[in-house]
């Protein structure tokens, strides 16, 4: 049964949102930046109208499995101090993943319009030799 956690922090400069889902033991992320300090309205609002869309990272090994613990105090105190960490070291690295993916998919792309320019730019310059060499 795949499990999703959402971490809502201040970085320095944004408020940032970071849902980690796990299933059969593996471990996606998805990172969304919400700007201002988001109310839970807004929060639920966002969860409910784009979850759906958001791009989670490659799934790598979570490792063990939180239970979750049924005291309410203890709960509390489990989220407290998960709030202090921020993003875990899994969700880092699943992030981390996700970002050189993208990468190396924008080098590719990046590199065929490259060459694609060139081909053009080289046909260009064959027409215009055969042109200058046409008789009148």
């Known amino acids: 049964m795949p499990g999703v956690t959402l971490k809502v922090f201040f970085d ?3 408020w940032i949102g970071i849902f980690e889902r796990t299933e ?13 300090e ?13 979850y759906l869309k958001l791009h989670f990272s490659p799934p790598v090994d979570g490792g063990k499995i939180q239970t979750v613990a049924s005291n ?20 880092q690295q699943a992030m981390k993943l996700a ?5 190396l998919a924008r080098k590719v792309r990046s590199k065929e319009q490259r060459e694609a320019e ?17 008789g009148h």
Do not use: M
């Not at 988001?38 to 784009?50: A, D, G, W």
């Not at 060139?118 to 046409?134: C, F, M, N, S």
């Open 72 to 91: 309410p105090k203890r709960r509390q105190r489990q989220i407290a101090r998960s709030a202090e960490k921020g993003i875990g070291t899994k969700s």
């Open 118 to 134: 060139e081909q053009r730019k080289r046909e260009l310059h064959a027409e215009k030799k055969k042109a200058k060499h046409r």
């Open 99 to 103: 970002q050189e993916a993208g990468k």
């Open 38 to 50: 988001p109310k839970e309205q807004q929060v639920l609002e966002f969860i409910l109208r784009y």
């Open 12 to 14: 320095g400069q944004f």
């Open 24 to 36: 059969d033991g593996k471990l996606s992320v998805s990172r969304t930046v919400f700007g201002a």
